[in-house]
């Protein structure tokens, strides 16, 4: 298939295969640990051929930090994202095809989801479980199906007066067979679009959660805690902020764009009908 | 006037490529409309027509592009003219109407502003001098109540008054040449006929030109004088409509015509089977003989 | 109702006192409505032949199609498809009653799921349906294909690799798949231009002759009705106007609505000096009755129609009229 | 120079983004402390540098021989800002209204030990017995031990109120006898005040027209207001210190003071391998708290010998804290039966200089001595509870450790509750015998000396790892003048002594 | 339309006892406690007679299922209960926050609206341009920027470098305050506008009757005026209903950060402090405006839009 070039996607891609890259080599891109190379000693170090983007306040190397980081965040992410698409698809789903009173209370529940600030629900689940990743995963994946569930929903709407939806049930396929061969993959595109957007939200959650001290186990290293650890430091150790920042804002615009590279990719794709 | 209104001379239309020549999806189509004439083309879906018509008015979409050709409109060259003289011709001189009355009119402006607009573009008048302008133009195509439905919102009418409008839109500035796309297809048979009558009264008082697209043969029988026959971006045949129907000299046509259930048929000949033609033409063939009739089916 | 010619023995779709109404909201101030879509409709499809429902955009085909094939359930009336209800107690599941009738649809771009290969669209529903072995599913969807005039090759690629036509005739093989008796067609080949519109005509004569299928055809179109229908039934705002075999209707039309969609299709004939240029006159209805409801005034279906019966102006000819 | 007279001073609140209730008796926050002292005086008052209660509402006292029962000659010259005289009816009302259980008042402490507190407790009186109107300006009290009242009665906790004022309303309406007046609060943003011009302090006192108290809980936020000479005080952490310490102009403007304060790492001595004393010293001997002090709390801190600060009465000169030494640990460690080492879990809060930050920091030092710690950070309303509540293997926090050295042994005294202060269950029975006897000195001199030799237990058994004594560091603008070094807590500072010169930006200068 | 939306305020009030009866749960398994808090942070030695006091003054020691039964029958009363913290009515403590709240979130809002629509336009009038790959890019990195970091950025240049505003604080709740908190907290709607409007935008002009508009005649200029805008509205409107109807919520890093007395902080201290009614009685706010902006965007539809009927 010809793909034309598209800024957005290109450079989505680019970013984002920069930071996976980074996170999956990391040991083959520094010989520095994350966690154990602490040394009070050498805190502070202004970035230097040893280290490159100089180190913490606890003597860790930075450049170490930011690439093992990038496993905790971007799995976050990730999964977060994964687990919110699967509820909200699977929500938007069966809501936007049975409709009835099934929708009104995903509907009134997706309202509710909306209005309460996330950071609330989110708060109070890390608070239960206690931080860790596995936490911070349930928090994050739990929190933020709504937009996902909003946009299945109304897909699914429009999509199963469609001859083929009608066709499926002529032909005796049940409801969820239906929901799963015949609609899920066709809404599968703005989805993916939802759901790379909320990659991004889900990274910048982490770090938000992080301020408040519910992120992952210090001193296992995420952008959000090394943000948190070094925003004191701002003026007289700028690099302790300024790279993990740099790391978020990567990924979080990687990740944007990409989206918006594959919503703009899809979409004269829908118009031409062969 | 002796000349044709419109003169279109080996109009090409293609999708450039970077890497090689250009697709032709229309490809040297040559005819003329002369003034109050209704000229018919016909011809399977997507066979070019609607880009032709489009590509009169200048306003086919990217990556379409007008490649070669001319289309002389009273000396000048249509397809060569600055956007900003284009712009006066568009609904003043010549104006168009659209398949699909449903999406063609803004779902958000009442229709009397809809039509007003035309008066406002190129008559001049303020919003309020053509206000009763478009209600005229409502009364013109037989709306019933013209006064309550100019302050109408289109969904609130239905297909054939919606047709309707555009028309009376598309006649507010008096045209010399009237491009229907397709204009009846999207509507039911018994509000075809009223719509299909009503264009043809409204040319035959104004003088106005008619370039009718259809796919519907009935339908370019029923209202032309003069018919192309258009395939897969060529223009096979031009006839006086009458001849065309009764002696068809391409094969193509000839398949058409034969693949079309008539009504009253069956009385005399039985139920058989239709003609099917199962066939068109080679795009790139150098004229159009019977030989260069290809398999059809196969998308690119 | 009152009793068709049985030639055939029992019917294979008897719809009896069909009513279809929709609850619609209206204006800003939220006031319901009812939507008389279909009212008291009576059809009966006896074996191996095609009854065409004709009549214009809105006047409640698709929603009578629909509820025979169980998609919409019907406000009061009754539907059997070979003598089993479709609603109700004794309803078969959506299993069984996929074996009974099949329906395919107008517009052949929706019909077929675009992420699915036509392969898959057709063996999926056999798996559905017991079938087991692999290669008996390959066996059967290279027969449909091939009964469409298709090549079982077809069945790797996607919808969107074929034409118009060719999907519509992928949705044929479809609707043919699970060996149904009854298919309903709705609009089959409205949005399809002329040339493949002949195809799929022909395919659909060629496949009731072949494996004795009884259609339910749904059309505005009464040049293709005509061609392929051994009964007619004229539907207006919701009700049967006018009912009988094909030739009563098109050669004897009396019910106003019919002769004017007859005279209002465009047709290359007329300019050529064809058959049916000049309708013959129109009978008078039976003394003491007008033909009902009048084409004049079309009649508001927010309002259940008022009261007229279907009355027999010939052997196998109907018509609704209104006594005075 | 001078003392001028007028301007408005922009102080800062900087524990938090809101002042909660503006009662202080209803709050154990020192955000509403800081407001309170603005606004509100005690009987005595702290003078901090002699760190001992001095009297401020009355002008003698006399105590009875058995040091129960103190008869206080009150101020005659001292005025409500709602005009009314300060008379014994107010201290009266005042105590028995933070007594009363419906008001359920964390200050109650305070004045527990004032005769008939437990029976309004119960509820049994509404009146506390050991308060006694002589007259208008004569008040008795009698308390319940001998113990010095000056150190309860001096907290902003127990101000006094005007006895014609509904208490409810002091929450939103505050009336009191300080130097400033209430004008307005905006919550979440500024409580503001003007000057009392009926304050019963030195004539010209206070100095400024208006007091401003922002809330600032984001130290860049205060960083950046400070520097754009918006605020004219500001509270520094450690990162910040370093940075204005370095910097020429800023330097110029900073206020230190010990705190007393001891930060530590606490364990539950009834927990193995916690309850036995040779691996709590493992810890203490495993960790280089100098090095920590030096990098990571920046100097900001004075590293911890024992419990008793370098500020208290209390605190022994001559002792040697645990040096870093990790064989030592290792060996103790052995020792005690764990050669394989042990785990160390720790909670923690978000604090810089007191929270999970340090755990990191002393995860690899401790590591060199076998012992595998770990943090779990939580929300501080957690970690409090957590705490009080005993649910830790270990925990990190700050604890008060002054002004009074004999309130502060209390909290290793072993019938005192987990929940009250006691966290770690320490007890020891020569520690308690020497708690028992300093209850019942009243020679000052030997009490401190009894304290002396508890601290001395204590560090030896080592129910905790000696952190550091807090410094706290307070930033002021060259036109601020009479800040004083509280090392109760910086930040309540006496604003009726405070001023400022021309030097100040034009909307607040003196005029 | 009055029926409407009484009909529409009626239906609320579950989706506000869901809310109420959700945040009850959550705190009811949350760890923490309020008289917990009473230490002030290591300062206080806690007595248990005092947590008693507290409890039993709060009913924290009755059954949870009587208290989310107590907290009903007051709500019902529009009574949302005292706060634990500075045991006045929680009514009076929102009513307190909540108009420097809404100025915020309106300041915000009129920031997004104002600079990020046009730009969405501009952007989709020359869709490839320079200035739309510009501006996309700037959205997208505006949506990337943690809250903290562009407040934080926004003191040091406005306030501190330039010193034209004011860092921090409410003031007296003057212009000159509003302004960087605004900006702070506007950027990313703002950039989610921009986004929504180009896409509608696009939308629109593909649109089939922006093809008729185009063969009457009808100039860019005229176009857009006449056939794009009001029809992209009824695109952005949803986007911008959302927005609105979360910020009130999510201003809770950018008051802090600025002393801005609005409800977000006020909702994260009470948290901190797990002073339960307070929590309850902001979030039952923030969702009421959530709820109330949801009607009005309705009703802005039913305006904007003939097609819409108000159901
Ligand atoms: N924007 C476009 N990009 C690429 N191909 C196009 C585009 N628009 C039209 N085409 C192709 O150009 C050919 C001619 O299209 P056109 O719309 O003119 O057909 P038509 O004769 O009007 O058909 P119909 O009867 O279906 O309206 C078709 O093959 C179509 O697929
Ligand atoms: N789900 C529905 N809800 C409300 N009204 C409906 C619904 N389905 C159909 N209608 C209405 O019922 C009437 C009959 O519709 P139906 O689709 O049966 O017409 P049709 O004869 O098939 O028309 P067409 O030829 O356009 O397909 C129409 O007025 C339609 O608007
Ligand atoms: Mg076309
Ligand atoms: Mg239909």
């Known amino acids: ?274 | 006037m002796s000349g044709p209104l419109l003169d279109i001379r080996s109009l090409t239309i293609g999708i450039p490529n970077r890497a090689g020549p250009p697709l032709e999806i229309v490809r040297d189509l040559s005819f003329d409309i002369m003034p109050g004439e209704v000229f018919g083309l016909v011809g399977e879906s997507g066979s070019g027509k609607s880009a032709s018509a489009l590509a009169l008015m200048g306003l086919n979409r990217r990556p379409l592009t007008t490649l070669r050709g001319q289309a002389l409109y009273g000396g000048q060259d249509l397809l060569a003219m600055p956007r900003r003289s284009m712009r006066k011709l568009r609904g003043n001189r010549i104006s168009m109407i659209f398949q699909e009355p449903m999406t063609a009119l803004n779902p958000l402006a009442r229709i009397g502003r809809q039509i007003a607009e035309m008066f406002v573009l190129h008559r001049g008048l303020s919003w309020s001098e053509a206000r009763p302008r478009a209600v005229e133009a409502l009364a013109a195509v037989q709306v019933p109540n013209p006064e309550d439905r100019a302050r109408a919102y289109p969904h609130q009418l239905s297909g054939g008054l919606r047709q309707r409008v555009m028309i009376a839109m598309a006649m507010a500035c008096r045209p010399d040449l009237l491009i229907a796309d397709e204009p009846t297809t999207a509507l039911d048979v018994t509000v075809q006929a009223e719509v299909l009558r009503l264009i043809r009264e409204l040319c035959e008082r104004e003088g106005t030109a008619v370039l009718l697209i259809s796919h519907d043969l009935g339908v370019i029988a029923q209202m032309c004088q003069r018919v192309g026959v258009m395939a897969n971006g060529r223009l096979l045949e031009l006839r006086d409509a009458r001849a065309l129907f009764t002696d068809p000299r391409h094969p193509y046509t000839r398949g058409l015509l034969a693949a079309l259930p008539r009504l009253g048929s069956r009385a005399t000949e039985g139920r058989h089977r239709l003609a099917d033609l199962d066939m068109t033409i080679d795009r790139n063939a150098p004229d159009f003989a019977a030989t260069h009739l290809i398999p059809r089916g196969e998308p690119a | 109702m009152s009793a068709a010619p049985d030639p055939a023995g029992a019917p294979i779709l008897k719809v009896e006192d069909l009513h279809v109404r929709f609850p619609v909201s209206g204006g800003l101030l939220g006031r319901k409505r009812i939507l008389h879509a279909v009212s008291g409709v009576d059809l009966s499809v006896q074996p191996g032949q095609c009854l065409s429902l004709v009549g214009e955009s809105g006047c409640g085909k698709s929603t009578t199609a629909l509820a025979i094939m169980g998609l919409q359930p019907p406000s009061s009336g009754a539907i059997t498809v070979e003598g089993r209800p479709v609603y109700g107690p004794g309803a078969p599941d959506r299993r069984a009653r996929a074996r009974l009738a099949q329906i395919v649809f107008q517009d052949p771009f929706s019909t077929l799921n675009p992420r699915e290969t036509v392969g898959r669209a057709l063996s999926q529903p056999l798996m559905l349906h017991g079938v087991r072995s692999r290669a008996e599913r390959a066996e059967r969807v290279a027969t449909a294909l091939r009964q469409v005039g298709l090549l079982p090759e077809h069945a790797a690629r996607y919808p969107h690799e074929f034409s118009g036509g060719q999907r519509q005739r992928i949705g044929i093989a479809r609707a043919l798949i699970l060996g149904p008796r009854l298919i309903v067609l709705d609009e089959p080949v409205s949005a399809l231009d002329v040339s493949i519109r002949a195809q799929i005509i022909n395919l659909l004569m060629d496949l009731q002759q072949n494996l004795g299928l009884s259609y339910l055809m749904i059309s505005h179109d009464l040049g293709v009705v005509e061609h392929v229908s051994d009964r007619v039934a004229v539907m207006f705002a919701g009700q049967i106007v006018e009912e009988g075999g094909w030739r009563e209707v098109f050669t004897a039309p009396a019910h106003p609505y019919t002769r004017r969609l007859i005279e209002t299709i465009p047709n290359p004939a007329r300019l050529t000096g064809g058959a049916s240029e000049i309708l013959p006159p129109a009978p008078e209805p039976p003394s003491g009755s007008v033909f009902w409801p009048p084409v004049d005034r079309r009649p508001d279906i927010s309002q259940p129609p008022e009261p007229s019966v279907l009355m027999s102006i010939g052997e196998d000819h109907r018509v609704r009229v209104r006594k005075i | ?511 | ?311």
């Open chain 1, 1 to 274: 298939m010809h793909i034309p070039f598209r800024l957005n996607l290109t450079l989505g891609l680019a970013l984002v295969s920069l930071v996976i890259l980074g996170a999956v080599f990391a040991p083959l891109l520094t010989s520095h640990d994350p966690i154990l190379d602490a040394d009070l000693m050498n805190s502070e170090m202004p970035p230097s051929w040893d280290h490159w983007f100089g180190t913490d306040s606890q003597g860790r190397d930075v450049f170490a930090r930011v690439l093992y980081g990038a496993r905790v965040s971007l799995t976050i992410g990730i999964v977060a994202q994964a687990i919110n698409s699967t509820i909200g698809i699977a929500l938007g789903l069966s809501a936007g095809y049975w409709g009835g009173w099934w929708d009104d209370v995903v509907n009134g529940l997706t309202n509710l989801m909306l209005a309460i600030p996330s950071l609330v629900f989110a708060l109070a689940i890390m608070a239960v479980l206690g931080p860790g990743v596995i936490s911070l995963l349930i928090a994050l994946g739990l929190t933020n199906w709504s937009w996902s569930c909003r946009i299945t929903r109304s897909a699914v709407m429009s999509l199963k007066s469609q001859g083929y939806v009608q066709a499926a049930r002529t032909l005796g396929y049940g409801d969820i067979r239906i929901m799963l061969t015949q609609l899920l993959p066709n809404i599968v595109g703005p989805v993916l679009v939802m759901a790379t957007l909320g990659i991004g939200e889900a990274v910048l959650a982490e770090a938000a959660l992080s301020f408040l001290g519910l992120g992952i186990r210090p001193p296992a290293p995420s952008w959000g805690n090394m943000l948190t650890d070094a925003r004191e430091a701002i003026r007289s150790v700028p690099w302790a902020t300024i790279f993990p920042g740099l790391a978020v804002f990567i990924t979080v615009l990687g990740f944007n764009l990409l989206g918006d590279g594959v919503r703009d990719w899809l979409d004269p794709r829908m118009q031409v009908r062969a």
């Open chain 4, 1 to 511: 120079q001078e003392v001028q007279r007028g301007g408005t001073l922009n102080f800062t609140a900087p524990y938090g983004s809101s002042v909660g209730t503006l009662d202080i008796t209803a709050s154990a926050e020192v955000q509403t402390e800081i407001v309170a002292h603005a606004m509100h005086r005690s009987l005595y008052k702290w003078n901090p540098e002699t760190g001992k209660p001095e009297p401020d509402l009355f002008t003698e006292v006399s105590v009875s021989d058995d040091g129960l029962t103190y008869t206080y000659k009150l101020r005659s010259d001292a005025v409500f800002h709602n005009d009314k005289p300060f008379t014994a009816d107010d201290v009266i009302f005042s105590y028995n209204r933070i007594a009363t259980p419906a008001t359920a008042s964390p200050s109650a402490n305070f004045i527990s030990r004032i005769n008939g507190f437990d029976e309004v407790q119960g509820g049994s009186a509404t009146e506390m017995s050991g308060l006694k109107k002589i007259d208008d300006h004569t008040l008795e009290i009698t308390f319940t031990a001998s113990q010095d009242p000056g150190f309860d009665l001096m907290q902003n906790y127990v101000p006094i109120y005007p006895s014609n004022v509904d208490g409810s309303t002091q929450a939103t309406q505050p009336v009191g006898l300080g130097p400033f007046r209430f004008v307005e609060h905006v919550p979440g943003s500024r409580v503001s005040f003007e000057r009392f011009e009926g304050f019963f302090g030195q004539d010209d006192q206070p100095y400024l027209d208006r007091l401003n108290i922002m809330i600032m809980g984001e130290a860049a936020a205060r960083d950046v207001a400070f520097r754009n000479r918006e605020i004219d005080v500001s509270v520094l952490g450690s990162q910040q210190y370093q940075e204005y310490q370095a910097d020429p102009d800023l330097s110029k403007g900073l206020l230190e003071v010990a705190e007393l304060f001891t930060r530590v790492v606490g364990f539950d001595t009834t927990k193995p391998p916690f309850d036995d004393k040779r691996v709590r010293q493992a810890v203490n001997y495993g960790i280089d708290k100098q090095l920590i002090i030096d990098k990571l709390v920046k100097g900001k801190a004075f590293p911890a010998v024992g419990f008793m600060p370098t500020t208290s009465p209390a605190f022994d000169p001559n002792a040697q804290g645990y040096a870093y030494d990790p064989e030592k640990a290792k060996a103790l460690l052995a020792e005690a039966g764990h050669p394989d080492g042990i785990d160390l879990p720790v909670i923690a809060n978000q604090n810089e200089s007191w929270g999970a930050p340090i755990v990191e920091a002393i995860i690899p030092m401790l590591s060199k001595a076998n012992i595998r710690a770990s943090v779990e950070p939580v929300e501080n309303a957690v970690l409090e509870d957590r705490i009080t509540g005993g649910d830790f293997t270990s925990f990190i926090w700050s604890l008060s450790s002054g002004p009074d050295p004999l309130n502060i042994l209390r909290c290793f005294y072993s019938k005192t509750a987990q929940s009250a202060c006691n966290y770690t269950k320490f007890s020891n029975p020569e520690v308690d015998r020497l708690y028992e006897a300093a209850q019942q000195e009243r020679d000052e001199a030997k009490r401190n000396d009894l304290i002396r030799q508890a601290d001395g237990i204590i560090r030896e058994e080592a129910p905790y790892w000696f952190f550091n004594y807090n410094k706290a560091v307070m930033a002021y603008q060259p036109w601020v003048h009479g800040l004083k070094g509280n090392p109760q807590e910086l930040a309540i500072q006496d604003y009726d002594k405070i001023w400022i010169d021309d030097t100040a930006p034009a909307d607040r200068k003196p005029q």
């Open chain 5, 1 to 311: 339309m009055g029926r409407y939306v009484l009909r529409r305020l009626l239906q609320m009030i579950p989706t506000l006892l869901a809310v109420a009866a959700l945040i009850f749960l959550i705190f009811s398994v949350l760890p923490g406690s309020f008289a917990g808090t009473m230490t002030g942070g290591g300062r206080r030695a806690l007595s248990p007679e005092l947590v008693a006091q507290i409890n039993a003054q709060f009913g924290l020691d009755k059954p949870l299922p009587v208290r989310f039964w107590d907290y009903l029958v007051r709500l019902v009363q529009f009574d949302l209960g005292t706060s634990f913290r500075t045991r006045e009515p929680v009514i009076d403590l929102i009513a307190a926050r909540i108009w420097p709240s809404l100025q915020l979130a309106l300041a915000a809002m009129t920031l997004a609206v104002t600079v990020g629509i046009p730009l969405g336009f501009l952007a989709a009038m020359r869709p490839g341009s320079l200035l739309d790959s510009v501006t996309m890019i700037g959205a997208v990195s505006g949506l990337s920027m943690p809250q903290f970091w562009l407040g934080l950025l926004l003191m040091y240049v406005f306030a501190l470098q330039l010193g034209w505003l004011p860092s921090f604080g409410y003031g007296d709740g003057q212009l000159r305050n509003l302004i960087l908190p605004a900006i702070a907290l506007g950027f990313a709607p703002m950039a989610l506008l921009a986004r929504t409007t180009r896409a509608g935008v696009l939308e629109v002009m593909s649109s089939d009757h922006i093809r008729t508009a185009m063969a009457k005649g009808d100039s860019s200029a005229q176009m857009v005026r006449w056939h794009v805008v009001r029809n992209a509205m009824v695109l952005i409107v949803t986007t911008l209903g959302l927005q609105i109807g979360s910020l009130l919520g999510q201003a809770l890093v950018i008051e802090k950060l600025f002393s801005w007395p609005g409800l977000g902080s006020l909702m994260v201290d009470s948290v901190a402090i797990r002073d339960i009614p307070v929590v309850q009685g902001t979030i039952l706010v923030i969702v009421l405006w959530f709820l109330v902006i949801n009607v009005l965007v309705d009703l802005v539809y039913a305006a904007i839009d003939p097609r819409i009927s108000l159901r």
